[in-house]
């Protein structure tokens, strides 16, 4: 999708002249770039003058084609690092740090297992005023914080969630579906250990809210909280052993991996 203005915007206008720099490089005229990409040479005409935004996904067609070796995702991203919300900043850097991430959620799939287009669902649906671009920087910080479960020896995940966070039909069958493959795939992963809490526990220690615990190299916790418009790291000591105690008491109620891998399987096949 393109988003379109009536006068060049600063940072649309960088992105259009590197783009033009490198079609001409490459020996390209716009409509030889549009018609490898799916764009008219109006579209890209309008990219280069900077009255156009691009998404994403167009961005790394162009890339691809260009074989810029992803110079222009790299520049997306240099461009709009700055509307990353700081709290999402830091946690994707204590995330890089930890060895272990323990994380429990009543409602949502957490945001190291989400898929992009569920991802998508949430934030714009929880941000029904932000414009595309604003809604795109969050969506690509959330699946940057990925990268960490692809290191060579990524941390221990360690996953509980509430029935009602595979149930919830989030964006609909085309998004939900998906979305729960990508949590059984991730539930075979040699370092990662999703359960589920299901309807019928009777005792549910976990009904306060989300919270996540990440444990670096020296055995430290941190405890982090993420509310509707932040997230917050706690250092407390009291209130990070009152949620360790939360989280192994959850654990405790939740399916064992095999049989939550079950529930998340018919979950899906009863999805509409």
Sequence with gaps: MLIMVDKPKPKWAR?????????????????????SVGMTYGMISAIERGIRGVKPDYLKQIDAHLSTDGK???????LNKDRFPSWLR?????????????????????????????????????????????????????????????QERPPL???????????????GA????????????????????????????????????PFRLLQDSEGNDVLYLEH?????PVEERDEINHC????????????PPEESRDLIERAKGELQ
């Design 157 to 171: 995940l360690l996953v509980v969630l509430d029935e009602t966070v595979i149930r919830r039909p989030v964006g």
């Design 72 to 78: 222009l995702i790299r520049l997306w991203e240099s």
């Design 228 to 232: 509707v418009l932040s997230g917050t």
């Design 244 to 255: 360790a105690r939360l989280y192994s008491d959850l654990r405790g109620v939740a399916l």
């Design 15 to 35: 992105m259009g002249r590197e783009i033009r720099r490198l079609r001409r490089q490459a020996g390209l005229s716009q409509d030889d770039l549009g018609r």
């Design 90 to 150: 830091d946690v994707l850097e204590l995330e890089r740090q930890a060895v272990e991430v323990r994380e429990w959620h009543p409602v949502l799939i957490p945001g190291l297992l989400q898929t992009e287009e569920y991802a998508r669902t949430i934030v714009r649906n929880g941000r029904p005023t932000d414009m595309d671009d604003e809604v795109d920087g969050i969506v690509a910080a959330r699946m940057a914080r990925q990268d960490i479960l692809k």
């Design 174 to 209: 085309d998004v939900m579906r998906p979305q729960l493959d990508e949590l059984l795939k991730m539930s075979h992963a040699p370092r990662v250990t999703i359960q589920i809490v299901p309807f019928t526990a009777e005792q549910h220690p976990g009904l306060s809210g």
